[in-house]
């Protein structure tokens, strides 16, 4: 762990920009289609000016502009030329990202036809298309008037579609979902004629596709019906509240089902502008709207939306209380403006040609979509199990419910003050009414009759802001609720030790910690021990199973924890679980190493063993002994002796002590822990490791080493005497395999080095370089390399690359559950000047 042996940040820097260098050429030379793209992009706005704001549509196409008045370049200049920066923008994020990944899959020669065989078509199709839709008089008026279209993302989207087929199923699945639920949502609301090319060139996309892959050999891949249900639900409630923002953003919005935006606006501008043929109370209604429109009533209409979108965010974690709130919102949404049209309160106008069409597009948008999916959520209720503690509910209704108090009685106690800010004078009642009105979205009330309203102070600031507030805490408060779920029960009734005995490996012994919680199949033959940490489920060391079901058992767990709402993640596994996960489509990343010595015939004889033996024949001289005990068998001395030792290794770091797949003290109470003692021949204990047991068949044939301590001030070598003399007694009792343990964020030194790393395996390896001045893990894997072991690598092994942040988080709060802010300070401090 000396300073010396990390490089000169002078040598670490080139280093660094070689490896960024090398990255890029990689990059480039495997996805040279997606360079090609992005530049010609770039290149063309920049030469048009439409990447400066001047306006390129001469270059775009359309019915008239490609047909009509004979530019069949615009074809091809279509799928090139954006129309403004934000498209060039997205256009260059798109290709060198999913396109990219497209041609990873496919190759550079296919990705090139896809680009341009599909992108043509879709345009054509789409011109096509909104040609025949501007012949029919009942949807003109939701087929916006020709605007030449420049979008190169519409051949994007067509390949990347095309290429979808071509992908393991779980990219495959998420590039199609995510995909076409992003183009319908623009099309359908905003409307424009790009949106509706481009969901055409990912129609032909996603049929060329399935053309070109059939017969494909595709590996199975494992995943519950009802995580399926949970996604897919959670991208239509997220689909119908960020819908009608989009119809917002985009001026309103021409897609058939923009209609429903009406709902969230904050006033009326039409009726405004008919004041003077219409009651006067309807007028101060909309002119109450009118002159306290603003950032704050503009939120209070969006709070319906802001509500889904919290929704999905739950309801694809499977929690009850998200589906409690989409039901709400929805079926409110879809009942209001019924109520509302049958009292008269709303009005909807038929079209200056008498066209019923707007009456069916508007119940569609407003009324059919949302009860349709308030009936898909009523029938997949048992989906979403995942409840929050009866705790964390009474402590989220309890600050609602303060919090409606709170902020009705200070609106109230403001416009009484500043009673002079209204129009008229206001009874009590007046104001009782609009401080009830104040913490719903306009589109919740249509209130008949007149309406006061404050016109300027803080009347009027309190107006616009104090609903916004509490349904802001609302939403912090739902968000704080989802973090809140029940444990099922996990009462440790001995079994899984039971199951232990019965044959385990050499890491089986760590589900037996504190702070392990333990899955069971239905016979309770098969168990996996994991570790909650947040939503991620750490399971710990390979599972539990008789022969030929280790692979049910895989599958089990991990449908237990999509039951609950949980991201599963297997830690610490070997060889042969992992197989089992990758034939189900998981995939892993190197997270150790085990050392294992096999100990039939083993002897420290020979020249090989010099390192080994020089330690052991030295301390056996000088009279050092080797005593094996348990803890409850330690005399009161010697566990003091104990605990000085660890709390003298944990004082002289000053950082936080390690916990996950690491011991300590707590673990070596168990009665089934050995302790192996070096004690000198003043009886003074220099050293001690803990050793725990593994089973084949009910007999004990296997001991793992966990914690190793020894004095600062002790002799050297005291741990080669120990882990020699385990060895040789052990070898003796019948054991026939001594496990050194895992020696975390290790690489094995017999496997190739890899020049091209996963992220997380990268991260993990700079992880390892920056705790080594504090843990020493590096140091650790080369002292256990004295001993000649077997190296069996460990891995961790994932469903969904998008899960690795959370899980890498859970595995370093597994690893540090209670560091205070002062260690991750001195753990901070002691990585920098070891990296100096």
Known sequence: ?????????????????????????????????????AVLVVASAAATGSLWGEDALIWGAGPLATFGSGRWWTLATALVIPDSAIDALSSVLLALTALAAIERLVGSRRTSVFLVVIGLSGLVVGIGLHAAAWTITDLRPVVAAEVPVLDPTTAIAGAVMAGSAFAPTLWRRRLRLVGFALLALFALYAGDADSWYRLSAAIIGLVVGALLARGRERRSWHRSSTRETRTLLALLVAVVGSGPIVALVSGGGRGPLSLVVDAYTQYDDELLSQCGRVASSVCDEQIALLMTRGAGPALLAIVPLVLLLVAAWGLRQGRRSAWIVAEFVLVA???LPVVS??????????????????YVLWAIATIMIPLALAAALAVARARFSVRATRRAARVVAAVVSLAFLACATTLFVVEAIGHRAFDRDVSIFDLLALTLRRFLPPAFTHPGGSTAFPHSGPALFAYQWIGVLFWAIVVAAILWLYRRSRRPDTVDDGHYRDLLRRGSDTLGFLGTWAGTSHWYSEDRECAVAYRLSGDVALAVGDPLAPEGRRAEALRGFTDYCVEHGWTPAFYSIHGETLDDLIALGWRYVPVGVETVMDLP??????????????????????????????????SVGQASQVVAIDEEWVADRALPEMGFTLGSLDELRDRDVRLLLAVGPDERIEAVTSWMPSWTAGEITGWTLDFMRRRTDGPNGMMEFLIAKAALELQEEGATVLSLSGAPLADDPDEAADDDPAPLRALLRWLAEVLEPAYGFASLFRFKGKFRPRY???????????????????????????????????LARTAWEGRR
Do not use: C
Request: a positive charge; charged letters at 25%; proline letters at 8%.
């Open 601 to 634: 015939g083993l002897t420290f004889a020979g020249k090989a063993w010099q390192k080994v033996r020089q330690p052991l024949t030295r301390a056996e001289r000088e009279g050092y002994t080797a005593v094996w005990s348990r803890w409850h068998e330690l």
């Open 341 to 358: 049209l049958l009292d008269g309160r709303l009005r909807i106008d038929p079209w200056v040609d008498g066209s019923g069409a707007e």
């Open 792 to 826: 069996r690598p460990l891995a961790l092994a994932y469903r969904d690359p998008l899960e690795l942040p959370v899980i890498g988080a859970a595995v370093g709060r597994a690893y540090l559950p209670d560091a205070s802010r002062r260690e991750m300070v001195a």
């Open 333 to 335: 949404s879809a009942v």
């Open 1 to 37: 762990m000396s300073e010396s042996a990390a490089p000169p940040a002078a040598e670490r820097s080139p280093s660094r920009l070689t490896a960024v260098g090398a990255a890029l050429r990689r990059y480039v030379s495997r996805n040279p289609v997606a360079i090609i793209v």
